[in-house]
């Protein structure tokens, strides 16, 4: 990291960021080898995150291609006025970026639990019944193992 004394260095920090933000960017390589990046919902599960999608499409067909991602949160905190001096402007935040491999999750029992971590995260008062086992077939959950795990705090 190029400004050291932005970097996040307790691990504890960075996963309540991954747990607290509720959009996150996910970097592939696309087929003609530029990047591409879509945000998505996601869930900080048990060391890894994990998201769900369609069975078909860009991501996933970007991830069986080549499975080498790269994943971003950041959590906003403030703008900073920059009243007489435009490059006294900044914008004050909290981030994380994780480099690892995506894996399609196979496993159904693997897959359940990640599907529920999802429904807790994003509506945790319950409420919305169980899933369908023709819904679960149709959906990928796709995991990453995480590589490497950084976070920067500009405050």
């Known amino acids: 990291m190029r400004v050291a004394k932005k970097e996040i260095h307790e691990k504890a920090e960075i996963e309540e960021l991954l747990m607290k933000c509720h959009v996150g960017r996910l970097g592939t390589i696309g087929k003609d080898g530029s990047p591409v990046v879509k945000p998505l919902n996601y ?42 001096n435009p490059c006294k402007a900044a914008y004050r935040y909290r981030s994380v970026i994780a480099k690892g491999r995506a894996l399609i999750v196979e496993d159904n029992d693997e897959k ?44």
Do not use: W
């Open 43 to 84: 869930v900080y599960f048990e060391g890894r995150v994990y998201f769900h999608s369609s069975r078909e499409g860009e991501k996933i067909d970007d991830i069986k291609r080549d499975n080498r991602v790269c994943f971003e949160i950041d959590l906003p905190i403030t703008y900073v006025k920059g009243t007489e």
């Open 112 to 155: 359940l639990h990640v599907l529920a971590a999802l429904m807790k995260k994003y509506q945790p008062e319950g409420g919305y019944g169980p899933f369908l086992p023709e819904k679960v077939a149709l959906t990928a959950v796709v995991k990453i193992d995480i590589c490497e795990l950084t976070g920067k705090a500009d405050l």
